[in-house]
């Protein structure tokens, strides 16, 4: 009887011992499920401070690099509007040729002068002057000589263009370098306009350099990635540019909430900004027209340029 209890006894704990193994073998999941999320996680910080780190490294580049400018050509006059002339021009950036659109006021200057950085286009469908000539032709009209960059890969221009590239600032910075070359130009009064990703590439401009006198920027993206948004507005440190910041509410391509979280950013950081929000406008401001925020604009450039 002894001995039946002791053999029961032996195989009772080599059947625990047993289990517990077959448990550990056969049921690792939930640890390795919390192993997986904790590396996602893990992967997701580092890859938000790892695009923050190239915004950072991308502006800090712009702010060591010399942009000495050159020669603006003429490509193309256009037919003459009733207070400005029209041209198609071209200008080397990063040993490419850029093609851009230029309006030079009747009269003897020297006048202020606006760059305008248009948003998202088909870089093969696009036309120079596509996305800015409207605003181009109020400011030539009331005394602006206006530059519009068509910007790598987007038109005739040479290199390789589309989506979101940082390097389109380098295109505008080597615009802005040459405006000194403009005869009727004033090199000292220049402000910049940007519309959507044009308001994206006008905030890494205006990070590179203190020659830009006064920003608007109508509903801008804030970066083309996953975390670009985030890793763009962290590192907008530098500039002391005055801002007018402009979002549509009905904006159904860019988050109202864009221009809410920059301009708490921007206020955070101490920089002059004045913020408008317009009810019932779409990302283009045409449902209700421009008569308000070209006014609004216009104003600002006044106050700042002139």
Do not use: C
């Not at 448990?23 to 999320?37: D, E, Y």
């Not at 893990?42 to 695009?51: A, G, K, M, S, V």
């Not at 993206?221 to 910041?245: A, E, Q, R, V, Y």
């Not at 209700?288 to 609004?296: A, K, P, Q, T």
């Amino acid at each position: 009887m002894n001995r039946k209890l002791i053999i029961l006894a032996v195989i009772l704990i080599f059947g625990i011992g047993a289990f517990i193994l077959w448990q550990r073998q056969s049921f690792p999941v939930s640890n390795q499920q919390i192993g997986i999320s904790q590396n996602i996680n893990t992967e997701r910080d580092q890859l938000l401070e790892n695009d923050s780190d190239k915004d950072r490294s991308f502006i800090e580049g712009l702010r060591k690099r010399e942009f000495n400018g050159g020669e603006i050509k003429i490509e193309e006059v256009l037919p003459n509007e009733s207070n400005f002339t029209p041209y198609i021009i071209s200008y080397t950036s990063d040993n490419l040729k850029i093609y851009a659109a230029m309006n030079i006021p009747e009269g003897i200057g020297p006048f202020p002068v606006i760059l305008l950085n248009h948003g998202y286009y088909d870089t093969q469908t696009f036309q120079t002057g596509d996305g800015t000539n409207g605003m181009a032709t109020i400011l030539a009209n009331n005394g602006y000589i206006t530059l519009a960059s068509d910007y790598r890969g987007h038109g005739k221009s040479e290199g390789q263009g589309g989506g979101h590239q940082p390097e389109y600032a380098i295109d505008v910075l080597n615009l802005l370098a040459s405006v000194k070359n403009i005869e009727k130009g004033d090199a000292n009064r220049v402000g910049m306009w940007g519309h959507s990703m044009g308001g994206e590439t006008s905030l890494r401009t205006v990070e590179a350099t203190d020659a830009i006198k006064a920003l608007v920027l109508w509903a801008p993206t804030l970066g083309g990635g996953h975390s670009s948004d985030n890793s763009l507005m962290s590192n907008l440190t530098k500039n002391k540019t005055p801002i007018s910041l402009h979002q549509g509410l009905s904006d159904t391509e860019v988050d109202p909430e864009t221009s809410i979280i920059l301009s708490d950013a921007l206020k955070k950081e101490g920089k002059q900004l004045e913020y408008f929000e317009y009810e019932g406008q779409d990302h283009n401001f045409r449902n209700l027209g421009w008569d308000l925020i070209s006014e609004r604009t216009l104003d600002f450039y006044n106050k700042h340029l002139k």
